[in-house]
């Protein structure tokens, strides 16, 4: 049967907005062959359609239902719970999410508090967020990056506060969690035992993929590199210096 694959963005296919040499060209061998293809990424700022623009930025074309965000899994998996009102600490994507997906967004009474990611997070942020969590309301967040490549603060970091505040761990939907796996998987239509996922971290793209029971690959162009795989208790399955020498698909 064919592969379907779930693909990391940053450091997979480009670096910022620059294209990784090659990745243009595995991609576009990918939508030649009619493989199912998911680009996954834990950041919560940017919908598909802007994904789908950054691609074309760079040179590559794809439709834009290739892409899924953590956002759009938090909003999947609101979607499964009790509760229709959230307080939103974050960026106009994730609320956009929320919204499609039938929910309130509130600072009165919340059944959920979800973080993501903002440039604008500040003290007013965080004493709503940790009394709405300390008096029941479910601790809700995209992802758990603390930081980004240049030290920029990530949803992960922006949850500490109230975290520490309040005592209570947030429920984190994106990489390496294997929720937001079945959730890409769901989306595609695809199964676990048929899909393999290609990243450039050994501790969140490849972690959720052994979690959930998919092939895994590695690659050298992003975060991890070959001596941080004995740091891990967990082997990727294939290791390639870059998409471009990936040729077992």
């Known amino acids: 049967m064919k592969k379907s694959v779930i ?28 493989t199912r ?14 994904l789908q623009n950054r691609f074309q930025a760079a040179g590559i074309t794809v439709p834009e239902h290739c892409f899924y965000t953590s956002a759009m899994g938090t909003a999947d998996f609101l979607r499964r719970q009790e509760g229709r009102k959230v307080f939103v600490i974050g960026e106009g994507a ?6 499609n997906a039938g929910f309130t967004i509130t600072d009165i009474d ?14 007013s942020m965080i004493h709503q967020g940790a009394r ?21 603060p990530a949803c992960g970091a922006l949850c500490a506060p109230i975290e520490r505040m309040t005592g209570k761990k947030p429920f984190y939907i994106g990489k390496p969690s294997a929720w ?9 239509e695809a199964h676990s035992d048929h899909t393999l996922i290609i990243g450039d971290n050994l501790r969140t ?45």
């Open 7 to 34: 693909c990391d963005i940053d450091g997979v296919i480009l670096h910022n907005n620059t294209l990784i040499p090659g990745a243009d060209q595995f991609v576009q061998r990918l939508l030649d062959q009619q």
């Open 37 to 50: 293809l998911l680009f996954l990424t834990n950041y919560p700022v940017q919908t598909p359609r802007d």
């Open 94 to 99: 994730l609320t956009h999410e929320l919204y």
């Open 110 to 123: 919340p059944d959920f508090v979800v973080v993501g990611e903002t440039r604008n997070y500040n003290w």
């Open 132 to 152: 709405f969590v300390a008096a029941g309301a479910r601790f809700i967040a995209t992802n758990p990056d603390t930081h980004g490549p240049n030290m920029h």
């Open 180 to 188: 937001i796996i079945r959730a890409a998987l769901n989306r595609m």
């Open 205 to 249: 793209d490849i972690l959720a993929g052994f979690q959930a029971g998919l092939e895994t690959v590695l690659v050298l162009s992003g975060v991890s590199q070959t001596d941080d795989i004995a740091k891990v208790p967990y082997r990727p399955n294939h290791i390639f210096n870059s998409v471009v020498d990936i040729d077992i698909i």
